[in-house]
Nanobody
Framework: VQLQASGGGLVQAGGSLRLSCAAS????????IGWFRQAPGKEREFVAA????????YYADSVKGRFTISRDNAKNTVYLQMNSLKPEDTAVYYC?????????????????WGQGTLVTVSS
């Protein structure tokens, strides 16, 4: 079971990025997926989550209205569209998976983690 996060980079404040989380070795269809982030010197925090079908999503207050999580089970990939980026969004972003039909918010509830992709937002 592997998760590969990609799409990070350097962007100016107000810009956009789309992160991808590709799964290999298993079908994402039965898994809830979450995105988390960790800024330098801070603890890992929840960003967004999506249930197995994509019909249910949940966001941290800090990103609500700016980020959108979605999934394409046929491509075994989950996305995080990030708009109106702010310098405080700078962090390493991780995707994670848990065998569950319902979405999960807590990091400890997730079983599999990707390696992370760095997002840097300049002011």
């Amino acid at each position: 079971v592997q998760l590969q996060a990609s799409g990070g980079g350097l962007v100016q404040a107000g810009g956009s990025l789309r992160l991808s989380c590709a799964a290999s070795g298993f079908s994402m269809e039965d898994y809830a997926i979450g995105w988390f982030r960790q800024a330098p010197g801070k603890e890992r925090e929840f960003v967004a989550a999506i249930n197995w079908s994509g019909g249910s999503t949940y966001y941290a207050d800090s990103v609500k209205g700016r980020f959108t999580i979605s999934r394409d089970n046929a491509k075994n990939t989950v996305y995080l569209q990030m708009n109106s980026l702010k310098p405080e969004d700078t962090a390493v972003y991780y995707c994670a998976a848990v065998y569950s039909l319902g979405l999960r918010v807590g990091a400890l509830e997730y079983d599999y983690w990707g390696q992370g992709t760095l997002v840097t937002v300049s002011s």
